[in-house]
């Protein structure tokens, strides 16, 4: 399906309130790369911005990503080569889905995600561990 | 006045100006602050698009120069001073042995670049893993027969310290998407059992034969590039685990890596901020040194008389270093007739 682009949507809001236009992205998808708490996402970070830029809105705002992508957690933020505020971005689409009627998709996130979630000494023992419980799988 | 032209730098960019104004009648003082000539170039294996072997090609050219009749070389020496303007500038040298001060028609700065230490990048585990190198230890691998052996993988990084912001320099660096293409093929043919990945953002090979070269390197070495900028490289047990995402799936990957290898940012040569002050010619915002004109005037620094040659300008590579090098000698030529 051929998908065409446009440019009215949410992303205004977005690039207004991070001061910031979404075109800045690199598009180098180092944000996803590193994420440790990829398994839970449907959205990679990268996926978000350029769903934005596409004007997905629906997309976007009724992905699981945006309710569980930055909240004690920068490691997409911190290494984005042009400082896009990827914790900003979620938290202004979460409250732009509420506006909307959305329910917050926090279903099943997994154990594994909450231990990472709520304890910063876990969450760097958690990067390791979680590759090689894959590995052996 | 005096029919000198001071060359400061010993690279290839400096060796081959000073030869062409050797050999067009000229003298020239060539000052280079290590103990030996060429630079970064006599520091790598091999050339590309054509695996050529670096140390020759090098040694070949800084014979030519130290055998050029007009040819002054000083090594571990630095300039202190510089007063005047073109045609006549006083000049301070400083070696070991004591300052000297010489009367030059023309200046032709050529101080090179420096390959930035990746030490910002902590989410690489460089400096704490010591399979984690940059590409110029790569080099230095290469050289000394010291690559992996075995089925072993080896992961290439593009753009550590380039095109980010945040952490690095915002310029590309130009030259990196074709040497880690040669860095694959050299581990390759080292080592036919291993096994090369060249993680990419754009590939960049803006040059006679570069991209064939780097379409070698896919077709006829099997190295797998895939698209996305690493974000994570984790120590375990002695082996490496790269994180990154195929960003043309979207989806997030990991490799168990040997070595990883990154291909650090080209930086402006340690201090030339200072050497622009002492010869009060204007760097740019990363302090490389800054021509009047990009297009037509590469060569011309903001004070006249004085030259700019090769990679303290801009990222480049060797080709365009010997082509600037022969632009300033014949730009300092017209001064000293």
Known sequence: MRLRIVEDGVRTTVE??????????????????????????????????ESLLDCQDDKVLNSRTIWLCGKNCTGCQAVCPVGLPLNEINAVLREE????????????????????????????????????????? | MSKKTLVIGGGIAGITAAQKIAQNGGEV???????ELGGNFAKLAFTFPVLGDAKALVAKEIDAVKSAAGVEILTYTTLQSCQGSAGDFTV??????????????????????HYMEPTAYTEYSYGRSKNVVTSLEFEKMAAENRLPQGKARVVFVHCVGSR??????????????????????????????????????????????????IRSAMEEYNVRYIRGRVAKVIENEGKLIVRAEDSLIGNPV???????????????????????????????????????EANVRPVNSSKP?????????QPMEIAA??????LAASEALTLIK
């Not at chain 2, 003082?29 to 103990?35: F, S």
């Not at chain 2, 990883?260 to 040569?269: D, T």
């Not at chain 2, 201090?271 to 915002?285: F, N």
Request: aromatic residues 8%.
């Open chain 1, 16 to 49: 207004q309130a991070i001061h910031k236009s979404l075109t800045a992205c690199l598009q180098c998808s180092k944000c996803g790369g590193g994420c440790a708490h990829t398994e839970e996402f449907d959205l990679t970070p990268r996926q978000v911005v």
């Open chain 1, 97 to 137: 889905a509420l506006a909307r009627g959305i329910e917050p998709k926090y279903q099943q996130p997994s154990l594994v995600y909450h231990k990472f979630e709520h304890c910063a000494k876990h969450r760097g023992e958690g990067e390791a561990s979680e590759s090689i419980f894959r590995g052996e799988a």
């Open chain 2, 29 to 35: 003082i060539l000052i280079e602050k290590e103990a």
């Open chain 2, 92 to 113: 301070e040298l400083k070696s070991a042995s004591g300052t000297r001060s010489e009367n030059v028609a023309a200046i032709i700065v050529a101080a090179g670049f």
């Open chain 2, 164 to 213: 980010d912001k945040a952490k690095g320099y915002r310029y590309c660096s130009k030259i990196c998407c074709s040497y880690s293409a040669k860095h694959a093929i050299m581990m390759k043919k080292a080592n036919p059992q291993s096994l090369n990945y060249v993680f990419y953002i754009d590939i960049r090979a803006l040059g006679k034969g570069y991209e064939e070269f």
């Open chain 2, 254 to 292: 990991e490799v168990e890596a040997d070595l990883v290898v990154l291909a650090s940012a080209m930086e402006p040569p340690e201090g030339s901020r200072e050497l622009a002050q002492v010869l009060g010619i204007a760097t740019d915002e990363y302090g490389f040194f800054q021509e009047t």
């Open chain 2, 305 to 313: 008389g004085i030259f700019l040659a090769g990679s303290c300008t």
């Open chain 2, 321 to 326: 270093s010997v082509a600037m090098g022969g």
